[in-house]
């Protein structure tokens, strides 16, 4: 039973498994399945994709991370920082919302659940320790007011193309936002944050994104909230449209020929790379023009696309009036309309995405932007085609989703953990996790990790079980197999705020002052990771990086330069730091204690702080090594130690080593280092040295006693 548990935890589930347990696990899954459905679909789209992958994300990934995953409690599925930081990995690959950009999407599920599940069987859990603290709380405000600003354009209902950076972004959404806001689009983002925000307050045990969802979707349905019309270029009555339009299309297609041809030339450069690898001389001539043909084609596809954007910028900026003509209808530009023609009050706009327009079939919007159809069904079952080259190119970006999608999960867990007193396998949550990415993207699901959202209201409901997560997938495939008619109209306004609303509990401004108290540099690192993140937006993997190179700088400056005290006698009768606590200490004895491994990058620091205690106490008789704090030593720590030794003799100054844990005591020994020092200078605590030493020293004729006499650590001697 031991053997298979270990690969089926599932199993231990069903020791002693009851019918009320089942009944708990019922409840539970149906009521997070009422809150993943509608923020699984405005994950998707904070991804980058259209709103019905979140309910593909929303069908295996629960499930099967419960399966084998150790937590009982956690809830797997699309979640608004992986999904942010899914969509500004793929931008540069491929148009957001493209059957090219959901292809990666998937492939980068796939290879981010091929890492998890790696380090998980490799039990390589420890991994996510390189990210502290600090990093992850400021990369995690930051990405909250990213992912809440980044839904200001539904919010307002205007539509920009995205700048390199996110703040640039804002600005164009502010100038749209100005220019023109759709105000039923508004008052639904604000009624739908009303009724969350309300029933969160006074009535927790309400499913309050469900009753949003429902309430704006029926009151959207029986409005009429979205009005398009699918119109030819003739029945819009402005001379400029028309050139405008053919220009807008002349440009998009030299984005794709320029980008088509990129790719291809790309792949051959690639390919002949990988053929002269290792060849002396260099890149051939065929390589380097190669090269330069691509950054010509880059140079004329940036030049079009900045074209493309401001034609599509103009476009945009056009509203009209439509002129009701029997059952015809007519567009003038607003305020432009001939005498005595009845219009119907709406403010129109052309709907300009990134592909070329057909001028026979113009999207006219005099509405507001809902969800519109979803595909009936559960999605095909297949798994991505994933290929060197593609792997490559995803693998840094799923490395960090990995470890920040995984760093978020099990802290998840712990958590819950603490309260059911159920134990939590690091290793086994990332194989699960791992599993869960892998088998997902077989069913065309993106990168999924732990919710707190939905892992808080399964606590809350009672679940006891994974089998609460097996039951939320299967109303995932009911939702899909019968009713997404019902999310049609389902405003996209209102998926706008159900995001809002789920990043507001990642602000967390305490943690940067908690980061402070604990250490300044903390403080410092938490702020920088937060700036960084905000100013290079939507490229959050360097918030990251740099958070994670500045941790790291301080773990190896502290690791170079570890604590090396001289101790004295303090009033609690305990050697303790004589510059911290400013104790008086002895002019002939120095006892000093080495805080940390005793290794390459800071063993020539011990030697450089004996010299500076010898030049301070020029009267020094003994060195007295503590070594409670060394806790491992190398070959050049060792050797560094010898070398300490072999000086102090010479200077005819005495040494001795105290309290020496095993595993060091085991090196000086292989060395002989132990046979140098002499087994009579080795003592098992300080007290039994320190008196040793003073009763040797304090004995000497040749020292001036009188200079002893106020010395603290007289008060070590034998009465």
């Not at 020929?257 to 290792?278: I, P, S, V």
């Not at 330069?292 to 140079?299: K, R």
């Not at 567009?331 to 219009?343: Q, V």
């Not at 405003?491 to 943690?511: D, E, R």
Request: proline letters at 4%; charged letters at 15%; hydrophobic letters at 45%.
């Amino acid at each position: 039973m031991m053997f298979l548990t270990k690969f089926f935890p599932f199993l231990l589930w069903f020791k002693g498994y009851k019918r009320e347990s089942f009944k708990l696990d019922l409840v539970a899954g149906i009521t997070v399945a009422m809150v993943l459905i509608p923020q699984s679909m405005a994950y998707a789209q904070l991804a980058g994709l259209p709103a019905y992958y979140g309910l593909y994300a929303a069908f295996l990934p629960p499930m099967v991370a419960a399966l084998f995953g150790s937590s009982r409690q956690l809830g797997t599925g699309p979640v608004a920082v992986v999904s942010l930081m899914s969509a500004a990995s793929l931008e540069p690959l491929a148009t957001a919302g493209s059957p090219e950009f959901i292809t990666y999407s998937i492939l980068l599920a796939l290879v981010v659940g091929i890492f998890q599940f790696s380090l998980g069987v490799l039990r390589l859990g420890m991994m996510v320790n390189f990210l502290s603290h600090p990093v992850i709380n400021g990369f995690t405000n930051a990405a909250a007011i990213i992912i809440a600003s980044s839904q200001f354009s539904k919010f307002f209902g205007v539509y920009v193309d995205k700048a390199p950076h996110h703040y640039e972004t804002m600005m164009r959404v502010a100038n749209a936002a100005m220019d023109y806001t759709h105000l039923p689009t508004l008052i639904y983002a604000i009624s739908a944050v009303t009724i969350m925000a309300a029933l969160k307050k006074f009535a927790p045990q309400v499913p309050n994104v469900l009753v949003a969802v429902f309430i704006t979707t029926v009151i959207s349905y029986f409005t009429g909230f979205n009005n398009d019309a699918s119109v030819d270029i003739s029945a819009i009555k402005q001379h400029s449209v028309s050139e405008q339009i053919h220009e807008f299309n002349q440009a998009t297609i030299l984005i794709e020929k320029y980008g088509t041809n990129r790719a291809n030339l790309g792949n051959d450069a690639d390919e002949l790379r990988a053929a002269e690898k290792g060849v002396y001389g260099g890149p051939s001539v065929e390589l380097i023009k190669m090269e330069s043909e691509i950054a010509i084609l880059t140079n004329h596809m940036n030049h079009a696309k900045e074209e493309a954007h401001l034609l599509r910028k103009d476009l945009r900026h056009m509203k009209f009036e439509a002129a009701i003509d029997g059952d015809n209808h007519t567009f003038h530009p607003k305020g432009n309309i001939p005498p005595g023609i009845e219009t119907d009050g709406n403010t129109w706009r052309l709907k300009v995405k990134n592909r070329p327009l057909d001028s026979s079939n113009l999207l006219m919007m005099g509405g507001g932007a809902i969800v519109g159809k979803v595909p009936e069904g559960l999605p095909s079952i297949a798994m991505p085609e994933l290929t060197l080259q593609s792997l490559l190119k995803l693998l840094p970006t799923a490395i960090i989703i990995s470890l920040l999608g995984f760093m978020e999960a099990i802290a998840i867990a712990k958590a819950m953990a603490a309260k059911t007193g159920q134990k939590i396998d690091a290793n086994q949550e990332l194989i699960g996790q791992g599993l869960a990415n892998i088998i997902g993207s077989f069913g065309s699901s993106y990168t999924v990790s732990g919710s707190f959202s939905r892992s808080a209201v399964n606590l809350a409901s009672g679940a006891v079980t994974g089998i609460s997560s097996v039951i939320t997938s299967v109303m995932v495939v009911i939702t899909l197999l019968f009713f997404t008619p019902l999310l049609y109209h389902l405003p996209q306004a209102t998926l706008a705020a159900v995001i809002m609303m789920a990043v507001i509990g990642l602000l967390n401004i305490k943690g940067f002052v908690h980061s402070w108290h604990a250490q300044k540099y903390d403080g410092i690192i938490s702020v920088l990771s937060f700036v960084v993140t905000l100013y290079f937006a939507p490229h959050l993997d360097k918030g990251i990086m740099v958070g994670f190179v500045l941790s790291m700088g301080v773990f190896l400056y502290k690791s170079m330069r570890p604590v090396v005290a001289e101790l004295s006698l303090h009033e609690d009768k305990i050697l303790k730091s004589s510059e911290h606590y400013r104790l008086k200490g002895c002019s002939h004895i120095s006892v000093v204690r080495f805080d940390g491994a005793l290794f390459f990058a800071n063993a020539s620091y011990l030697d450089e702080q004996v010299a500076k205690f010898r030049t301070d106490h020029p009267d020094i008789r003994y060195i007295l090594l503590d070594a409670r704090g060394i806790n491992d030593m190398d070959a050049s720590g060792e050797a560094t130690l010898s070398m300490i030794v072999d000086r102090l003799r010479a200077a005819k100054i005495g040494f001795a080593m105290c309290s020496i844990k095993g595993q060091v005591m085991a090196v000086m020994e292989r060395t002989h280092l132990i046979n140098k020092i002499g087994m009579e200078n080795i003592y098992p605590d300080t007290v039994k040295a320190v008196a040793d030493i003073i009763t040797e020293i304090h004995t000497n004729t040749d020292l001036p006693v009188k200079r002893c006499k106020n010395c603290p650590l007289t008060k070590y001697m034998p009465a």
